[in-house]
């Protein structure tokens, strides 16, 4: 607990006997005593000073007392400290009546009475420490009213916060769902399908052909939903920085080539043409497949978005890195989405009907930064977007996961 301040006060008078007897008079433990020998000398520690009582002596040369007492009352700074006038001269000369009408709260004949001068000068101070101590308390109350404030305010935001995470989380289990849904029906009516002409012992239709079929349609489902899965780990190993990156030696020419290969039945499917641009090799230091996942993930993005139009895939040299670009000639994303593009579940704002669960971009966004290199979006509404993704020849210092 802070120590409360000295209570100050001041006593002007013009001989030093004067001050000399009044403040051995009046001191004591937790009080100061300012001394002044003349009007201007007070008003000096009273602009100062914060007093608790001031005894002025009336007659003094120069500024006298009472001139004095009416200075202090003109200024807001003094107006408020009580006065105890002092004075030698006889009560006929009915000074205290002009000592009061200055705004005195006591008037004192010499020789002064020890012990009333003592008693009325503690009751003006202990008054004054109670109102310095109420100042305090409400000081201290409007600071813990402040402090509750922003803490109030810091509960709400974090309130909304938790109800954003919770619709957030609410919105991802519901589009999980959904999306692992439709892979799992298809694979049930295919089973039921197949268990339905065994049943009926049409076993002849099981040839090759209808084999061969069933067993790639198998093969997608499963892969869609072994995507999602791996999409959902990815996230949280992200989020819990466990996501380790093993850097060696990529060639990435050979790595886009076997990309876009991988991708044709894809790309066919969707009813466009990859074309690479990757004449030049150009070896990086990373991990390989995560390089290859961020490839995957950019193709598969501007395939779904493309409009069935040409993707062009691209890989530059640099000074200190490679530059791999995906352009595709498809709807385009808004200046809006783009300051958005790269979060988690970005699409359940906007879904718009394609599938997944809107981790691709933020996973790339996160595994391109592990290595120490960058991406960006360019896009026009209408004219297709470019993703440009900047990698160092070198790893970081330290892996980002």
Request: overall charge negative.
């Amino acid at each position: 607990m802070r120590k409360p301040e000295a209570a100050k006060v001041l006593i002007v008078d013009d001989l030093p006997d004067n001050l000399l007897a009044l403040n051995a008079l009046i001191r004591r433990d937790g009080r100061e005593i300012f001394q002044a020998s003349s009007g201007e000398k007070a008003l000096d520690l009273l602009l100062e000073h914060e007093f608790a009582l001031a005894i002025l002596d009336v007659q003094m040369p120069g500024m006298s007392g009472f001139e004095l007492a009416e200075l202090m009352r003109g200024t807001e700074k003094t107006r408020q400290i009580p006065i105890i006038f002092v004075t030698a001269a006889g009560k006929e000369q009915n000074y205290a009546f002009t000592g009061y009408d200055t705004g005195a709260v006591d008037f004192l004949y010499k020789p002064l009475d020890v012990d009333a001068v003592r008693g009325k000068v503690n009751v003006f101070v202990d008054l004054y420490c109670q109102r310095m101590e109420t100042r305090r308390q409400v000081e201290a109350l409007e600071a813990s009213r402040k402090e509750q404030q922003v803490l109030m305010q810091q509960l709400q935001a974090t309130q909304g916060e938790l109800q954003a995470a919770i619709r957030m989380r609410d919105d991802f289990m519901s589009m999980v769902v959904h999306e692992l849904r439709t892979p799992l029906n298809s694979l049930f009516l295919e089973a039921q399908m197949r268990k339905m002409q065994l049943d009926r012992g049409r076993i002849d239709i099981f040839d090759t052909p209808y084999l061969q079929n069933m067993v790639a349609r198998d093969k997608r489902q499963i892969e869609a939903m072994t995507r999602l899965i791996d999409d959902m780990m990815d996230a949280s190993r992200i989020r819990s920085n466990q996501l380790s990156i093993r850097p060696a030696p990529v060639e990435l020419s050979s790595l886009l080539e076997r990309v876009v290969a991988n991708l044709s039945n894809q790309a066919l499917a969707a009813g466009c043409t990859i074309t690479l641009d990757a004449a030049k090799p150009v070896t990086a230091m990373g991990d390989e497949f995560r390089i290859e996942q961020v490839v995957i993930n950019l193709l598969t993005n501007a395939l779904r978005y493309g409009a069935g139009k040409p993707v062009d895939v691209s890989l530059s040299p640099l000074p200190q890195g490679a530059c791999i670009s995906v352009r595709d000639q498809g709807r385009g994303v808004s200046e809006a989405d783009q300051q958005r593009i790269f979060e988690q579940f970005s699409r359940i704002v906007s879904d718009d009907g394609t599938g997944g669960l809107g981790l691709g971009l933020y996973i790339t966004h996160q595994l391109v930064e592990a290595h120490g290199g960058s991406i960006r979006v360019e896009s026009r509404l209408g004219e297709g977007s470019v993703f440009t993704v900047t990698l160092p020849l070198d790893p970081p210092a330290a892996p980002a996961f």
